[in-house]
């Protein structure tokens, strides 16, 4: 059987928990108390009982606010009056509970008020408990902790499995699941005799046997009867005799003269569980008034589990729309190797507007973006989904960095306007080896050399998007082969600890910590580097989410790329296969010739028709062989299936045949149609 956690250090497990002594007479140690007297021990010394005291009762009996007893004498609470009262949140908790009296019983009250006014104020003190509890298993430990030991020895607490939520009308057999069992640790008592040594504690019965861990709960049976009730009853009830062993199991021996009560935990709508409550044979009996605290208790408790289901719920959808709108996976683009990190601010706000992509881009390129739009909520992940579609759209028509804040910013102001956001946009060549950055408000990058130097860069800081009316500037900047380019959002580097500043100063020296354990020939690997910058942020809940975009350049050597401008006339797809073929020889790729001149023919040919400025050739040879081929025609290619009468229409047809991939992209000067094919072992 699945063990359950109990509420005490060093407590036994669930097949444990149940297995109390419900015989009458059983002989028990009284309880203790947290510093591990006995409590009996730790009262004030009483004056000598007269005819009138409860000490010279013959059965010895004391009981408190929560455990009556069966005459109200004066001078009855004269021993308990004058003790000082324990605090109001004391009441409820497991350490604070009120002191027992002889023979496991609790203190007399001074009269029928004061067991009123105790119950009232330890029924506050529980549901405070119970409500301070955000998630479905805080509110049901508080439950426990707030019950045992003050109200009850054990406590089991069934809830429906699954948990209906909302509106949702549940189908199937309604069952519960032990969801938690807390008790009093069996302590061993005080041997006098032994020096004050502990004795061994009493052995448990041997009908005591662990409760049952799921109880379906059979329509129109005693259990579902009592449930629809509502109202908790004793266990010695005739409902509840009939209910108990369909919810704990038959074998469960039933303790009687009310030891044990049946509370329904019943939400807004439906019932949603049941508590049971049980005392231990030495200590005092239920009485009437317990049974409106144990309504209180499980109607706090039902209300509770209603409002934690519905809020794990939209904490669920809001996750999981944050989650969806950022890409599964990043691209790993010729020349550079990506890796990004995303954290909500707190597990109680896991919406945000951070974000980040990388979108390839014609020539090898590739766009590095971050973003960061104001505020935590539904609506600011929605106005995230819409700002990274807009950009990936705007990356396709591949426009300069500055252009696409300028669109962005536009888009903004379309949505609201109150709709702002920072947003970083970068474009990198690994031909080149440069970068071309604009930014809108927001955080700098930071570049760390491959010896190990790491640099903030300056860059035009720029207007957030959603302002209006503000010019975007770029700047270019060198991209050397080695280095890492860190994109982030301000909650990495800003907290309500430091500012901006400060925090981007620390990044880079966590950087250049982490650089110098890989030495200056080799940079650090990109996973556990993003981890390590994670790691400034320190424990505790962050005050805003992060999103975190790190691209190593490798950049593409000089002598893998072979480049030329072609004039467009009938000669230029001969001309283009002999430059093909001599590259590749070049290459020790001549395995590829055929299938790479028949290609380029094809694409060229169709350049040559429709073209009135010069074509670009490009070959790129990184783990495959890439072609690219570029002219001043707008219009792209679409692929056709060609009839037995048409003379033309093949061409892309047999690029799709045999090349690895194709594609086609609009430049703001033209287009570019590539395809890749795969190289040979040892090529």
Request: proline letters at 10%.
């Amino acid at each position: 059987m699945t063990e359950h956690p109990t509420s005490h250090d060093g407590q036994r497990t669930l097949s444990q928990s149940a297995a109390l002594p419900m015989e009458p007479g059983a002989d028990r140690p009284p309880p203790r108390a947290a510093d591990g007297t006995a409590a009996a021990e730790r009262l004030p010394a009483r004056p000598a009982s007269g005819p009138g005291d409860d000490a010279a009762r013959p059965d010895g009996e004391h009981r408190g606010p929560l455990g009556r007893s069966d005459e109200d004498r004066p001078g009855a609470g004269r021993g308990a009056a004058s003790r000082p009262r324990p605090a109001v949140d004391d009441l409820a908790a497991p350490g604070g509970a009120l002191p027992p009296g002889p023979g496991g019983g609790q203190p007399a009250a001074a009269g029928g008020g004061t067991r009123d006014g105790d119950r009232l104020r330890f029924v506050g003190a529980a549901t405070r408990r119970i409500a301070r509890g955000i998630d479905l298993d805080e509110i049901v430990l508080g439950l426990c902790r707030a019950t045992v030991p003050t109200f009850a020895d054990v406590i089991l607490v069934y809830l429906r499995d699954p948990l209906p939520v909302g509106d949702e009308r549940p189908v199937g057999p309604v069952v519960l699941r032990l969801r938690r069992t807390d008790r009093i640790p069996d302590e061993p008592e005080i041997d006098p005799m032994a020096g004050g040594r502990a004795a061994p504690a009493l052995p448990l019965p041997p009908d005591s046997v662990p409760a049952a861990e799921l109880a379906e709960v059979r329509p129109g049976g005693p259990l579902a009867e009592v449930l629809r009730g509502v109202r908790p009853v004793f266990g010695e009830s005739a409902a509840a005799r009939a209910a108990l062993p369909e919810l704990l199991g038959h074998e469960r021996f039933i303790p009687g003269e009310q030891r044990a009560i049946l509370a329904p935990l019943r939400g807004r709508r439906r019932v949603i569980g049941a508590a049971v409550f049980l005392r231990r044979p030495d200590r005092p009996s239920f009485e009437p008034d317990d049974l409106l605290v144990a309504a209180q208790l499980a109607t706090h408790t039902a209300l509770g589990v209603d409002k934690a289901v519905l809020y794990g719920r939209e904490a669920y959808i809001a996750d999981a729309l944050q989650r969806t709108m950022l890409p599964d996976s990043l691209p790993q683009p010729t020349g550079v190797r990506l890796a990004s990190r995303y954290l909500p601010a707190a597990e109680t706000a896991r919406v945000g507007g951070d974000w980040y992509d990388a979108i390839p881009l014609p020539g090898s390129r590739v766009a590095l973006v971050v973003g960061d739009v104001m505020g935590h909520s539904m609506t600011s992940a929605a106005i995230m989904g819409q700002l990274r579609t807009t950009a990936q759209t705007l990356a396709g028509l591949d426009l300069p960095p500055q252009e696409v804040l300028h669109h962005l910013d536009e888009q903004a102001q379309r949505l609201g306007s109150d709709r702002m956001a920072t947003c970083l946009y970068a474009v990198y060549d690994p031909v080149a080896h440069r970068i071309v950055i604009a930014n809108a408000g927001h955080p700098p990058p930071v570049l760390l050399h491959l010896g190990g130097r790491a640099e903030v860069l300056r860059v035009p800081p720029g207007a957030p998007i959603g302002v209006g009316g503000v010019d975007f500037e770029a700047v270019e900047l060198d991209a050397p082969a080695g280095a890492t380019l860190l994109l982030y959002t301000d909650g990495l580097v800003e907290s309500r600890l430091r500012d901006v500043w400060t925090g981007i100063e620390q990044l880079r020296e966590r950087l250049t910590a982490t650089a110098r354990l890989t030495g200056p020939d080799h940079p650090p690997p990109l996973e556990p580097l993003c981890d390590e910058v994670l790691d400034m942020l320190g424990p505790g809940d962050r005050d805003d989410d992060i999103a975190l975009l790190a691209a190593r350049f490798d950049g593409i050597a000089p002598s893998d790329v072979a480049y030329w401008f072609l004039e467009p006339h009938e000669q230029t797809p001969g001309k283009a296969r002999r430059l093909a073929r001599r590259a590749l020889a070049r290459w020790d790729l001549e395995d590829l010739s055929d299938s790479v001149e028949l290609l380029i023919s094809e694409v060229v040919t169709n350049a040559v028709r429709y073209a009135e400025r010069p074509i670009t050739l490009r070959l790129l040879r990184t783990d495959v062989l890439r072609c690219e081929v570029g002219d001043d025609v707008p219009q792209l290619p679409r692929l056709r299936q060609a009839r037995p009468s048409d003379e033309g229409g093949r061409g892309l047809y047999l690029v799709n045949k045999l090349a690895r991939r194709w594609g086609a992209t609009r430049l703001s000067t033209g287009k570019v149609v590539w395809f890749e094919l795969s190289r040979p072992a040892g090529g």
